[in-house]
Nanobody
Framework: QVQLVASGGGLVQPGGSLRLSCAAS????????MGWFRQAPGKEIEPVAA???????TYYADSVKGRATISRYNDNTMVLQMNSAKPQDTAIYYC??????????????????WGQGIQVTVSS
């Protein structure tokens, strides 16, 4: 049984940094991609960043490119570090893992297990 537990988030000042962590367990997750998605109020879910099973292949949405870094560790922990936070980064963030795709992907259809959402609010 795959379990994803996300942590971090909360209230962040504009221009500040946020750090989200996701711990995955179950199944042979070592060989598959993991990613972060977000959903702002009234909007559809969108990709933020993703990382391949070996960590060297990454994907970043244009909206966070240059501000975000996604990392993956041997214990199937994934971390999203985002700097220069903007009010438009406000959303519920979800971590996800695939059991079919090995390379980083921004398509939610490639991910079949999702963690609980965590709120990130960028506001002064």
């Amino acid at each position: 049984q795959v379990q994803l537990v996300a942590s971090g988030g909360g209230l962040v000042q504009p221009g500040g940094s946020l750090r989200l962590s996701c711990a995955a367990s179950g199944f042979a997750l070592d060989y598959y991609a993991m990613g972060w998605f977000r959903q702002a109020p009234g909007k559809e879910i969108e990709p933020v960043a993703a990382v391949s099973w070996h960590g060297s292949n990454t994907y970043y949405a244009d909206s966070v490119k240059g501000r975000a870094t996604i990392s993956r560790y041997n214990d199937n922990t994934m971390v999203l570090q985002m700097n220069s936070a903007k009010p438009q980064d406000t959303a519920i963030y979800y971590c996800a893992t695939s059991t079919t795709t090995v390379n980083a992907s921004g398509s939610s259809r490639n991910y079949d297990h999702w963690g609980q959402g965590i709120q990130v609010t960028v506001s002064s």
